[in-house]
């Protein structure tokens, strides 16, 4: 049964560091990084303004964000017009209960829902149950994690952590009370079984609940990406139909948002586009042949109101595609439960320190190479790295890095203002490291670097220094 987990970024270290150890994990993200890189880049060699459609949705959300005020009004007001209702919730509790109400005023035993990580930061589904109501995921990566009692590991596959033996004996633990005592090894038998089991749970649930990957101002619609279509089922069969999602999803037209989806889809999984792209607007209406009697959307803040007059405000132009964990190095060593909340990997070393405080976040930001690929291939252009750079900044300015980080870091600020020191300590320490270094070409150990060498090689220097190298020939 689904719990509220408390968050564990506080403990970073301690989570990488088991998850450096799971060997399953090492297997399931060594599968699973490769393939998604790839894909993007094989997806955006095949669109010639792949480059041009990143600034144009760049664009987008920078000027929705700068008139965020009157497109969430004219937002409401059109679902207002369409028949639906609009919730406005300041905190997670709030938006708890909002639901609740809702779902009990709908006579609500059981609630299906699609994929949606605000789901997960509200921790939405123990709250349910605590109230008697059964929440079921739909989504194949959501109804896995919430079998073993996990949070998602990955923002668009919640389940990548898992490996396929560890699937099939999961669902042969879960299912057998079902009648269902046969152990499936197939992946196609394993995606089979989960539909014929979770089939029967969309006819019988009361409500619905989906997150939206944009909010349409110009028609009070929401839109939803998938490629299972659980989403459109959950919305269109059950008598009331709850959109969960933060300030930050609304966009000015429904033009704007296929604009993104252009590059929504590449950046994620390599897709031209997901396989189903679907819009809803209002409940059912007198000559429609489906849909809910009821729709309600939930508008969550949480913290993005203070984000958007504050220096991260970029980070709201997120679309939540997972590209810069799919290329983050720290994320495909470590895995997504080791960030310790609702989202890993990069977007999460920034959002995460400013929806539950840089105190009990403060690893995150830290948990980078600076190398650039977030950034690199982050469709809405998000600077992350200068975002987590300017986090560390705050975390040094509030004193809150050990007290040995504190004298390191103060020792070589000393150093670099002294360039002629430096450069001769640093020459003298690339000799001699390189000399170290000479036979094996790399160090699996070395001192004072155990946080690096613990997990891959660190390469022996070789040449000069940069500076030097530079002196002569204008490159390194």
Not at 333 to 355: E, S
């Amino acid at each position: 049964m689904p719990r509220a987990m408390e968050a564990t970024s506080r403990t970073f270290v301690a989570n990488a560091r088991a998850g450096l150890q799971d060997a399953d994990l090492q297997t399931s993200l060594a599968r699973f990084q490769g393939g998604f890189q790839v894909k993007r880049v094989e997806a955006a060699k095949r669109l010639p303004e792949f480059e041009a459609l990143r600034d144009e949705a760049r664009a987008i959300k920078d000027h929705t964000l700068a008139h965020l005020d009157h497109y969430l009004e004219r937002y409401e007001a059109q679902v207002t017009a369409a028949g639906g209702t609009v919730h406005w919730c300041q905190t997670p509790e709030d938006a708890r209960q909002v639901i609740l109400g809702l779902c009990q005023e709908a006579g609500a035993k059981t609630v299906t829902k699609s994929k949606s990580m605000i789901a997960e930061e509200m921790e939405l589904n123990p709250f349910l149950e605590e109230h008697g109501i059964e929440p079921v995921e739909t989504d194949l990566g959501e109804y896995v994690v919430q079998l073993a009692d996990e949070r998602p590991s990955h923002i668009i596959a919640p389940a990548v952590h898992k490996t396929r033996d560890q699937v099939a004996d999961l669902f042969h633990e879960k299912h057998t009370p079902l009648g269902r005592t046969r152990r499936l090894e197939r992946v196609e038998e394993l995606v089979e079984e989960a539909r014929e089991v979770l089939r029967p749970r969309y006819l019988a649930a009361d409500v619905g609940i989906t997150g939206a990957n944009f909010l349409i101002a110009e028609t009070g619609s929401s839109t939803i990406v998938t490629n299972e279509g659980n989403g459109d089922l959950t919305q269109i069969l059950p008598r009331a139909h709850i959109v969960i999602a933060t300030l930050e999803k609304v966009v000015p037209t429904l033009e704007d948002a296929t604009t993104i989806m252009r590059v929504l889809a590449r950046s994620a999984t390599g897709q031209e586009f997901s396989t189903y792209t679907t819009v809803s607007t209002g409940p059912r209406r007198p000559d429609d042949a489906d849909g809910p009697e009821a729709y309600h959307v939930v508008l969550l803040d949480n913290g993005r109101s203070r984000m958007l007059g504050s220096e991260f405000r970029e980070v709201l132009r997120c679309i939540k595609c997972g590209a810069c964990m799919n290329h983050c190095p720290v994320y495909g060593t470590v895995g997504g439960h080791a960030y310790g909340w609702v989202y890993p990997g990069p977007v999460g070393a920034v959002l995460t320190p400013n929806l539950i405080g840089l105190e009990e976040a403060r690893h995150l930001p830290n948990a980078s190479s600076f190398c650039g690929r977030c950034e690199e291939v982050c469709p809405m252009r998000i600077p992350l790295p200068g975002l987590m750079r300017k986090l560390r900044e705050q975390e040094f300015e509030r004193r809150l890095n050990p007290a040995a980080i504190r004298t390191g870091i103060g020792a070589w600020a000393w150093l670099v203002r002294r360039p002629a020191l430096y450069r001769c300590l640093t020459g003298l320490g690339i000799r001699v490291l390189g000399a170290m270094g000479r036979r094996r070409g790399r160090f699996t150990k070395l001192p004072l670097a155990s946080g690096w060498t613990a997990a891959r090689d660190l390469p022996a220097p070789e040449g000069a220094t940069f500076h030097a190298l530079w002196r002569k020939g204008g490159r390194a």
